[in-house]
């Protein structure tokens, strides 16, 4: 292994720069050159490359979003996206790639392994903290600690004011951030992808947490829960809160941006870190993730197959502090 590339793709997530550093620095101390790859896959098909040095790593690790900028490619789903950028590979005298994102970049990275017999490890770097084989993805940290100081400024004005806020945070398919999230505020509701919660059950709570003499309400919406996300539930739920002033924020995007927590740069400098060595070592289409704090592989269909599930026991205890 002499030479090796490196890709961020799919969303971005705050600590995909340590990361990129961790792989940079990790690679020269073993002697392998580390080439970046610009627009993700996108870059790969159009041999959009860039050639890192150490000093490359300099003042990038308490960078927000990713250097190497990402892109979600639709060639690359084809054979012959595939195709070109396998060509571009060896022309440029890769002999492996670390791809640091999320499912998306993982299933693309598994089956481009399989198609050319390109060594790929994955590192899992995703808000949604959603990937098998990791306790924690890159970016779940610094998204949780954003959308919760932003939650505890909207429950200063909902106190001042009496109002019902319904508060959406990201999380399409997954309720991770929306349960840590909710907990850390005290929310008095949480709704997630995984409840199964209807209007009728979320109505019937909200009417017996208000009667507790609750003057005012933090609700947490996944943007992925059944109910269709905050708009839609606020223009349902308007009629029978219609004595509160309620209010609808939408976080959106926010969670993406931002420095990365030292939590979230030390995670990603280890993953990084580890990725080099596990590529140097003969590994391939596996992701690199911390199970119980020490280091696993995890074949990247598993990581993408096996949905990590969220902690109901984190489900049960917002329940009774609410």
Do not use: C, W
């Not at 959603?130 to 400024?153: E, P, R, V």
């Not at 400098?269 to 003969?282: C, N, P, T």
């Not at 990247?300 to 096996?306: E, F, G, T």
């Amino acid at each position: 292994m002499k030479k090796i590339a490196v890709l961020t793709s799919g969303g971005d997530a705050p600590g995909m720069n340590a990361a990129v550093r961790a792989v940079i620095r990790t690679a020269t101390s073993l002697d392998v050159d580390v080439v970046g790859v610009s627009y993700g896959y996108q870059g790969l098909i159009e041999g959009d490359f860039v050639d890192f040095t150490t000093s490359s790593a300099s003042n990038i690790i308490q960078r927000g979003g990713t250097i190497l900028k990402s892109a979600r490619s639709e060639e690359f789903r084809t054979k012959e996206g595939r195709e070109k950028a396998y060509h571009h590979m060896q022309k440029k005298g890769l002999d492996g790639l670390i791809a640091i994102g999320g499912d998306g970049t993982f299933t693309g990275a598994s089956i481009f392994a399989t198609e050319f017999g390109v060594p790929v490890v994955g590192v899992p770097a995703t808000i949604d903290n959603d990937l098998a084989g990791t306790d924690d993805t890159i970016g779940y940290d610094s998204a949780l600690n954003t959308a919760m100081q932003a939650i505890d400024k909207i429950r200063d004005t909902a106190d001042a004011h009496d109002r019902l806020f319904l508060v959406e945070v990201m999380g399409r398919d997954a309720g991770f951030i929306a349960l840590e999230t909710g907990i850390s505020i005290g929310a008095e509701l949480i709704l997630l992808p995984e409840s199964l919660l209807d209007v009728d059950d979320i109505r019937a709570s909200l009417k017996g947490i208000l009667r507790e003499q609750k003057r005012s309400s933090l609700v947490i919406v996944a943007e992925g829960d059944e109910t269709g996300g905050a708009l839609k539930l606020a223009e349902k739920l308007k009629d029978d809160f219609n004595q509160y002033e309620m209010r609808v924020t939408i976080l959106g995007h926010i969670q993406r941006g931002g420095s990365p927590t030292a939590r979230d740069r030390v995670l990603a400098s280890r993953l990084g870190s580890e990725a080099v060595k596990a590529i140097v070592d003969g590994h391939t289409s596996v992701m690199v993730g911390i199970v119980n704090k020490r280091t696993q592989l995890t074949p990247l269909k598993s990581a993408v197959a096996k949905k990590k599930d969220i902690n109901y026991e984190l489900v049960e205890l917002a329940i009774i502090l609410r």
